[in-house]
């Protein structure tokens, strides 16, 4: 929500008791998440259909997929505006 941070959008790959993994594709990946405090990240709760469409089964993600399904959700955010 706020700091270097700001404006990211990362993926939660894992939930724990009071933190988060997030992953975004390329600098921070699945083999090395950013952790971080979970009242320090805005969750986007009301996804767009076709965000919500590439992710099928948290199993299949992969740093390819993550990277597609930021960039989808970008596009939506420009069509938006």
Known sequence: ?????KNHIYV???????SFDLVNGTTKTINSPK???KKHVQLIKNLPEDVKSKIKDIDDLD???IE????CYNSYLDSKQ
């Open 12 to 18: 939660v790959y894992k939930e724990e008791d009071n």
């Open 35 to 37: 952790v971080k405090n």
């Open 1 to 5: 929500m706020a700091g270097h941070d």
């Open 68 to 71: 597609e399904v930021i960039a």
């Open 63 to 65: 740093d390819n997929l």
